[in-house]
């Protein structure tokens, strides 16, 4: 088994949902964890708040350096992502199709280090 | 006595069914590609002296085998990635008479996996299946040696690291997969029977392979008529190859002299192509392939049947509606009703940077005598193409006005 970050992507300026089409995806998206659940192949999923509560933190030179915001001025972010695992990339896009009909976003899905 | 070219010929035939066997049989293409290498290099040693034995594929696969095997244990100490071969082959019994077949459709579906870049897929396929060189794919495509070879390394990469099947699609999956392995064969035949750019108008290289690897397909999956159809439309293309040029110039189809036109080749696409009209369930390749035995079936260019040709394109606008092949059907209008109505259809068209949209406006307008309009659109055909032939022919056209 693969494990495979499903990462949903969002752009810069891009209409956020409200109202009833927050519930519609908050159902599907439910139902989806669920599924995953039942099927023993969840890892780990969670939403995250919006891209302007992001802290940098680089501790590459002597002294820390903390700012507010992300690194780079990114056109894309990460509203949320699963875990999920998968016997290989096929299994893996079939549940990628079934997340981005659920959260109604782009999904990416990256596979991680197998050590 | 067996030459080095000889020997070479023989493991580029067998490359497709000995990596592929060696890719289930160790789980890592890499050590499958090293593993072949090393067996070429015994082969060059022992049948320049004792000949070609019997059965070259399983002697190259046996021997591939023994090579890997040995090398898995000397490295696998240090590399994990030789550990994780050893592991595989530990579980997986060799079986030489196994389903070898299986294993280059296996790879056919790996190397032209949706979630590869297209460039990927041909070289990949060439690369493993066609048993081309890096270099010889390199050269094929105009690219350098050190972009194509990270184009495949990466490729590999990714089939590792992603966990891209080494899997035949299942039942469902497969229609939508196959089209994909489809598009790859045809776009390197394509490439061949066109070249885009470079010296050569045409990479005969380049329609054999896509050709070879076609017929290795149809053997694989002898009851999908989408495989037969393309397989029947590169072999009625490829028949008129040795009249498409004169001199470095473009002979277009109704010019071409019918008598060099390959019957062999015409034959065995011709039955296909019957074969596909019986099984009765069309798709976009089978379509084409019959327009193409309409065109080779006819003795002169004007014996042509026009009307069945515009009715197959009718067809084939129906199941893929694209400008490109509703310019075709508005040639075979032209042929049918004349320049005007053609005319009418092509400008309808959007399609400008097209050159062979520019191009048959061009004959319209010539066949109208419209000689200023003409000559603009050969002009803008010429501005849109890098193929010395085609481009010698337009010129000439042009010219002539």
Same mark, same amino acid.
């Given at each position: 088994?693969?494990?495979?970050?499903?990462?949903?992507?969002?752009?810069?300026?891009?209409?956020?949902?409200?109202?009833?089409?927050?519930?519609?995806?908050?159902?599907?998206?439910?139902?989806?964890?669920?599924?995953?659940?039942?099927?023993?192949?969840?890892?780990?999923?969670?939403?995250?708040?919006?891209?302007?509560?992001?802290?940098?933190?680089?501790?590459?030179?002597?002294?820390?350096?903390?700012?507010?915001?992300?690194?780079?001025?990114?056109?894309? &972010?990460?509203?949320?992502?699963?875990?999920?695992?998968?016997?290989?990339?096929?299994?893996?896009?079939?549940?990628?199709?079934?997340?981005?009909?659920?959260?109604? +976003?782009?999904?990416?899905?990256?596979?991680?280090?197998?050590? | 006595?067996?030459?080095?070219?000889?020997?070479?010929?023989?493991?580029?035939?067998?490359?497709?069914?000995?990596?592929?066997?060696?890719?289930?049989?160790?789980?890592?293409?890499?050590?499958?590609?090293?593993?072949?290498?090393?067996?070429?290099?015994?082969?060059?040693?022992?049948?320049?002296?004792?000949?070609?034995?019997?059965?070259?594929?399983?002697?190259?696969?046996?021997?591939?085998?023994?090579? +890997?095997?040995?090398?898995?244990?000397?490295?696998?100490?240090?590399?994990?990635?030789?550990?994780?071969?050893?592991?595989?082959?530990?579980?997986?019994?060799?079986?030489?008479?196994?389903?070898?077949?299986?294993?280059?459709?296996?790879?056919?579906?790996?190397?032209?996996?949706?979630?590869?870049?297209?460039?990927?897929?041909?070289?990949?396929?060439?690369?493993?299946?066609?048993?081309?060189?890096?270099?010889?794919?390199?050269?094929?495509?105009?690219?350098?040696?050190?972009?194509?070879?990270?184009?495949?390394?990466?490729?590999?990469?990714?089939?590792?690291?992603?966990?891209?099947?080494?899997?035949?699609?299942?039942?469902?999956?497969?229609?939508?997969?196959?089209?994909?392995?489809?598009?790859?064969?045809?776009?390197?035949?394509?490439?061949?029977?066109?070249?885009?750019?470079?010296?050569?108008?045409?990479?005969?290289?380049?329609?054999?392979?896509?050709?070879?690897?076609?017929?290795?397909?149809?053997?694989?999956?002898?009851?999908?008529?989408?495989?037969?159809?393309?397989?029947?439309?590169?072999?009625?293309?490829?028949?008129?190859?040795?009249?498409?040029?004169?001199?470095?110039?473009?002979?277009?189809?109704?010019?071409?002299?019918?008598?060099?036109?390959?019957?062999?080749?015409?034959?065995?696409?011709?039955?296909?192509?019957?074969?596909?009209?019986?099984?009765?369930?069309?798709?976009?390749?089978?379509?084409?392939?019959?327009?193409?035995?309409?065109?080779?079936?006819?003795?002169?260019?004007?014996?042509?049947?026009?009307?069945?040709?515009?009715?197959?394109?009718?067809?084939?606008?129906?199941?893929?509606?694209?400008?490109?092949?509703?310019?075709?059907?508005?040639?075979?209008?032209?042929?049918?009703?004349?320049?005007?109505?053609?005319?009418?259809?092509?400008?309808?068209?959007?399609?400008?940077?097209?050159?062979? &949209?520019?191009?048959?406006?061009?004959?319209?307008?010539?066949?109208?005598?419209?000689?200023?309009?003409?000559?603009?659109?050969?002009?803008?055909?010429?501005?849109?193409?890098?193929?010395?032939?085609?481009?010698?022919?337009?010129?000439?056209?042009?010219?002539?006005?």
């Amino acid at each position: 088994m693969t494990q495979y970050m499903f990462s949903v992507h969002h752009e810069v300026g891009e209409e956020m949902p409200s109202g009833d089409d927050v519930q519609r995806m908050f159902t599907q998206v439910d139902a989806f964890n669920q599924k995953v659940t039942d099927a023993g192949i969840w890892v780990f999923a969670g939403g995250l708040e919006p891209i302007e509560t992001t802290t940098t933190v680089d501790a590459t030179g002597s002294e820390p350096i903390i700012t507010d915001g992300p690194f780079t001025e990114a056109k894309e &972010w990460i509203g949320g992502f699963w875990v999920l695992e998968a016997p290989d990339l096929d299994a893996a896009l079939k549940l990628a199709i079934e997340a981005s009909a659920a959260c109604e +976003g782009r999904v990416e899905v990256r596979p991680f280090q197998s050590e | 006595m067996t030459t080095d070219l000889e020997i070479e010929r023989i493991f580029r035939e067998e490359h497709g069914r000995v990596v592929a066997s060696l890719i289930r049989r160790f789980g890592d293409i890499d050590v499958a590609e090293d593993a072949a290498a090393e067996a070429l290099l015994a082969a060059v040693e022992r049948w320049s002296v004792d000949g070609v034995p019997p059965n070259p594929g399983g002697w190259l696969t046996t021997t591939a085998v023994r090579k +890997g095997i040995d090398k898995i244990r000397r490295e696998s100490h240090r590399d994990a990635k030789y550990q994780q071969a050893l592991m595989i082959a530990d579980d997986t019994p060799h079986a030489p008479t196994g389903p070898v077949e299986d294993d280059r459709l296996r790879l056919i579906f790996t190397c032209c996996h949706p979630a590869l870049a297209p460039e990927a897929r041909v070289a990949l396929t060439l690369r493993l299946l066609g048993g081309l060189t890096v270099p010889e794919i390199a050269s094929a495509f105009l690219v350098s040696e050190t972009t194509m070879g990270q184009r495949i390394t990466r490729a590999k990469k990714k089939i590792a690291a992603a966990n891209i099947p080494y899997r035949v699609p299942s039942a469902e999956d497969l229609p939508g997969r196959l089209t994909g392995v489809l598009a790859v064969l045809y776009l390197v035949f394509n490439e061949g029977y066109l070249a885009t750019s470079g010296p050569d108008p045409m990479r005969v290289d380049l329609t054999a392979e896509a050709i070879r690897l076609g017929r290795l397909l149809r053997s694989l999956l002898p009851t999908e008529p989408e495989v037969a159809g393309l397989l029947a439309l590169m072999l009625l293309t490829d028949a008129r190859r040795a009249a498409r040029f004169a001199d470095g110039v473009l002979v277009p189809l109704t010019e071409q002299d019918r008598a060099t036109w390959d019957p062999a080749e015409i034959d065995e696409g011709l039955a296909l192509v019957r074969e596909c009209l019986a099984v009765n369930r069309p798709g976009s390749y089978q379509i084409q392939a019959a327009v193409n035995a309409v065109h080779t079936s006819a003795r002169t260019a004007a014996d042509t049947d026009w009307s069945q040709i515009a009715a197959l394109y009718g067809q084939l606008l129906a199941i893929t509606p694209s400008p490109v092949v509703a310019l075709n059907r508005a040639v075979a209008l032209s042929e049918l009703d004349g320049p005007a109505v053609g005319l009418a259809e092509v400008d309808r068209l959007d399609l400008p940077t097209y050159h062979l &949209w520019h191009s048959t406006r061009a004959e319209l307008l010539r066949r109208l005598d419209r000689p200023d309009a003409a000559r603009a659109a050969y002009d803008a055909a010429l501005a849109l193409t890098d193929n010395a032939a085609e481009r010698a022919y337009l010129t000439r056209r042009r010219d002539e006005l």
